[in-house]
């Protein structure tokens, strides 16, 4: 399966690479043109918006999550007795060592990037209406829901592709990501395009 985009004009910019005006560009450009408008009408607006926006991308996320749960999909010899690979995206086992653990810590360094939404409570605590309580909620909702999210989806993840399902090339390179969480949740085309 090959994609065909179509460029209404590319030109080479020095030493950063091509610039090319397609479909993807144009649509990006709009995105963050539409970010910059409810920004632009000030943090109330902002923050309604960034609710809206949280809550189309974690109920989707949410669902991918739970749904194999709920409709006995995982298989729990999966997700039992799990051993760190022998070395990134190698299918032996490996064990316990120096080298397993700093694939594990790397994997927790990876999902560190939650901690925006700790630093987002943390920095806007002077604009909350009552600082002393609401800010000590923000970042508890916020680890509440890292520690859920970062549960329910590795689980479900892993529970239904297993270990080799997990290194299938479309699962590495991140391009059957879509696909694999589209039949998780029993969707149709509709919905892996959706979750791409």
């Known amino acids: 399966y090959q994609r065909r985009v179509r460029e209404a004009l590319t030109f080479n910019i020095p030493g950063l690479g091509a610039m090319h005006f397609n479909a993807t560009f144009v649509i990006g450009a709009i995105l963050m043109l539409v970010m910059f408008a409810i920004q632009h009408r000030g943090i109330a607006s902002t923050a309604s918006a960034q609710k809206v926006l949280a809550i189309i991308v ?12 709920v409709t006995g999909q995982i298989d ?20 316990w060592n120096i080298g397993g653990w700093t694939l594990f810590l790397g994997g927790l360094y990876i999902a560190a990037w939650s901690t925006y939404g700790f630093e987002t409570a943390v920095c806007y605590t002077r604009e909350l209406k009552n600082p002393k309580t609401d800010t000590f909620r923000a970042i508890f ?46 969707g149709g085309k509709v919905v892996t395009r959706t979750l791409r």
């Open 141 to 186: 909702y916020s680890g509440l829901l890292c520690c859920v999210f970062f549960f329910l989806v590795p689980f479900s993840f892993q529970g239904v592709l297993g270990h080799a399902g997990m290194l299938a090339p479309g699962i590495v390179d991140g391009t059957g990501i879509a696909e694999a969480l589209g039949n998780m949740v029993g």
């Open 58 to 69: 974690l109920v989707p996320l949410f669902l991918v999550g739970i749904v194999p749960i």
């Open 76 to 95: 729990y010899s999966n997700v039992t007795n799990l051993m760190p690979p022998a070395a990134a995206y190698s299918p032996e086992e490996g064990t």
